[in-house]
């Protein structure tokens, strides 16, 4: 190791300490609640993530926190330990830049709460092409009514078509359903889940600001990786126990006291419970397995 790699990985050993983690989480935290997406976004960019335009505002806290949570520094320690090559440490020096970066420490521009909702327009919704051309006018032949679901209800099968079409009184193929792979319908009034187990290949769901009580009918999406259902009146989970390839949850904002569900997904990295009247010693087993938990 020269001299230039071993000041570098002194700086590392010096950063990846819980004071510092804990410092870090503390303020993305804090961005996230004043909705401050585009300077977690930007956070994102600065520190090499490729992918951060197009990353989801409900992603960005899952991002930067399996990045940057305390219960990562183990993992961090055990790479500096082993691993004193240049393009490790290179891999490393992503604190090094956030530790003391403006976009999370000048608190100023922290404080000043953004106005964008996160789960309107500036996401890019699958439908948004259909629905800003009215592409689906009144044609008499294209009007008859889906009798397996009401046209009033709040079910999912309803309000994806008022998404899509702007009208329930078609038909809509579940082919079109199943074509699926990521999918958002926030702060729709959603009181119900009847249709989504046509959406099998789902890998990205957010259903975020709904009505939803429980999570019945996502039992069938066993494809699904991602699942963002905060700021509902969910109160059980049982059928999460199917979501085998799941890593991603954020239940954040709902009234589940029962996170047992959860144990069973060997894949599962993070899951936001904060604001749920979960049991300490749960949440305790749900981190003993590795997960990172905000609760």
């Not at 090499?48 to 926190?65: C, E, I, Y």
């Not at 397996?148 to 994806?160: A, C, K, L, R, V």
């Not at 009184?169 to 999918?183: A, R, V």
């Not at 959406?199 to 709904?210: A, E, F, P, T």
């Amino acid at each position: 190791m020269s001299m230039q790699e071993h000041t570098e990985y002194k700086r590392l050993e010096e950063a990846y300490t819980p004071e510092n983690l804990t410092r870090i989480c503390g303020q993305i935290l804090q961005l996230y609640k004043l909705k401050q997406y585009e300077r977690l976004r930007a956070l994102l960019v600065k520190i090499g993530d490729p992918d951060a335009h197009k990353v989801g505002d409900r992603q960005l806290l899952v991002k930067l926190m399996l990045w940057y949570h305390p219960d990562r520094l183990s993992y961090y320690r055990q790479l500096l330990k082993n691993e004193k090559e240049h393009s490790s440490l290179a891999e490393l020096s992503h604190i090094l830049v956030t530790q003391n970066d403006p976009l999370l420490f000048d608190h100023d521009a922290a404080n000043a709460v953004s106005t964008t909702d996160p789960d309107l327009p500036g996401e890019e919704y699958a439908w948004q092409e259909a629905e800003e051309a009215n592409y689906y006018d009144s044609d008499p032949d294209d009007t008859e009514t889906d009798t397996y679901y009401g046209e009033n209800d709040n079910s999912f099968y309803t309000i994806f078509k008022k998404s899509m079409y702007g009208r329930t009184d078609i038909i809509l193929p579940s082919y079109m359903l199943e074509d699926m792979d990521e999918l958002e319908l926030a702060n729709r009034g959603m009181d119900s889940l009847e249709g989504i187990a046509h959406c099998r290949h789902l890998v990205m769901l957010n259903l975020s600001g709904n009505a939803l009580t429980n999570t019945e009918g996502m039992e069938a999406l066993t494809y699904l990786e991602e699942l963002y259902i905060p700021d509902n009146a969910i109160g059980y989970i049982d059928t999460l126990s199917h979501l085998s390839r799941l890593r991603v949850l954020d239940l954040s904002g709902n009234q589940v006291d029962d996170i047992t569900p959860l144990f069973e997904l060997e894949h599962l990295e993070f899951v936001n419970l904060e604001g749920n009247p979960v049991p300490a010693l749960q949440v305790k087993a749900l981190k003993a397995k590795g997960c990172i938990v905000i609760i």
